[in-house]
């Protein structure tokens, strides 16, 4: 959220900003999980050794040939990915708040955070439950950056659905199986989508 507001300030190189958070977002997600595959690597990679070095993990090695390190991994990519796609839909709900409630907030002497919780976060509930269901749909649906970073490996602690359906169509030729887990997956992305819309959008809509 506060990436969000310093790319909303008006400050000389604004642009610029903008345009160096958007390039994780702009990168291909093969590349990006390659990128992050050589930077994971038990022998030189940079973020593995960093990680060891400080005690997050036990060797160098366990990024990826850890379940708990390789999910972890996984994560830290797709944050990294997606962060400034959210940052966008976050940004276009912050230009459109009024300004003059700030300057109102800023005679009553309403502080930082009180002009934040009070001001800046009820208005961004709109944008917040936007990116809040993109964000989780796209997470549930990931399916290019496990297969390119760990095949959904080690054993099975990393495969999500798309990747399971996939091994299933493709590399067992099991189709029909395999379009049952599809029809599954579509069905709980249609059921995140009403119970997001329905139920955390309810309030907003009242409010209107």
Same mark, same amino acid.
Not at 121 to 132: D, Q, R
């Given at each position: ?10 400050? !000389? ?10 390039? =994780? ?14 930077? $994971?690597?038990? +022998? ?5 050794? %960093? ?7 036990? !060797? ?35 230009? @459109?708040?009024?300004?003059? *409630? ?23 509930? =709109? ?15 990931? $399916?290019?950056? %496990?297969?390119? *970073?760990?095949?959904?490996? =080690? ?19 099991? $189709?029909?199986?395999? +379009? @049952? ?13 009403? *119970?997001? @819309?329905? @139920? ?9």
């Amino acid at each position: 959220m506060y990436e969000e507001l310093i790319m909303d300030k008006a400050i !000389k190189g604004i642009g610029a900003i903008r345009t160096t958070v958007l390039i =994780p977002w702009a990168i291909p997600t093969a590349v990006s999980a390659m990128i992050w595959s050589y930077m $994971y690597d038990g +022998s030189y990679g940079v973020i593995s050794k %960093i990680f060891s070095s400080i005690g997050l993990i036990s !060797k160098q090695s366990a990024m990826l040939l850890t379940s708990s390190g390789a999910m972890t991994s996984i994560v830290i990519s797709d944050v990294w990915k997606t962060t400034p796609y959210m940052a966008l839909l976050l940004l276009a709900g912050l230009q @459109v708040i009024d300004r003059g *409630l700030y300057e109102s907030s800023a005679i009553d002497g309403a502080g930082p955070f009180t002009t934040f919780f009070k001001i800046t976060l009820p208005l961004m509930k =709109p944008s917040l439950l936007v990116a809040l269901l993109f964000r989780t749909l796209d997470a549930f649906r990931v $399916y290019d950056l %496990i297969a390119i *970073l760990t095949g959904g490996g =080690p054993g099975n602690g990393t495969e999500s659905l798309s990747v399971y359906a996939y091994k299933l169509m493709f590399g067992q030729s099991n $189709y029909g199986y395999g +379009s @049952v887990v599809v029809m599954g997956m579509a069905v709980c992305v249609a059921i995140i989508a009403v *119970l997001y @819309v329905k @139920v955390l959008g309810a309030e907003v809509i009242s409010n209107d």
